[in-house]
C-alpha cells in the first residue's frame, strides 16, 4: 500500500474523531469522502486529482441527506418538563385565593403560591393556567374538565 492510502485512512479517522465528539452529523460527509477516496487510492495511486475529486463529490453529496437525518433526529421532545408539566393539572387550594393577594395550592405533594382571577376557598379544586416565576395562574376545576361559573 501506497503512503497516500494511508493519509486519506488517517484523514477518515480524524473526520470521525471529530464527528464522534460534536453533535452536528457534518463530518460524517468528510469521513465518507475520505473514506471512499482511500479505497480509490489503493487501486490508483497516482491519480491525487482524482482523488480529490471524488472526496469532495462524495462529500458534498452526503451534505443534504445527513442535514435532513440530523434535523430529524433533533426534534425537540413533546414531553415537558419542571414548571412546564404543571400546565394543565389539577390540585387543591390549601390557603384561601384572594384576587389581589394571591393564596397557596397544592399540587401533588408540592405547594405552590397562586393567584386567581376570581376568590376561591380552601379546598376547592383547580387546574394551572399558567406558571409566572414561582406563582400558579389557576382557574377553578369541575370533575367534567371546565371551569365552575
Known sequence: MSGIVWIWLGAAVIFLIIELTTPTLIFVCFFAGALASG???????????WQIGIFVIVSVALLPPTR??????????????????LVGQT?????????????????????????ADSA???????????????????????????QDE
Open 91 to 115: 390540585g387543591r387550594v390549601i390557603k384561601p385565593i384572594d384576587p389581589d393577594n394571591g393564596g397557596q395550592v397544592q399540587i401533588g405533594g408540592e405547594i405552590w403560591i397562586a393567584s
Open 120 to 146: 376561591m376557598a380552601e379546598g376547592a379544586r383547580i387546574k394551572v393556567l399558567s406558571v409566572s416565576g414561582t406563582r400558579l395562574n389557576v382557574e377553578k376545576f369541575t370533575e367534567e374538565g371546565g
Open 39 to 49: 479505497v480509490y487510492s489503493y487501486f490508483s495511486p497516482d491519480q491525487f486529482y
Open 68 to 85: 435532513i437525518l440530523a434535523k430529524k433526529l433533533d426534534k425537540a421532545s413533546a414531553q415537558k418538563s419542571n414548571v412546564d408539566a
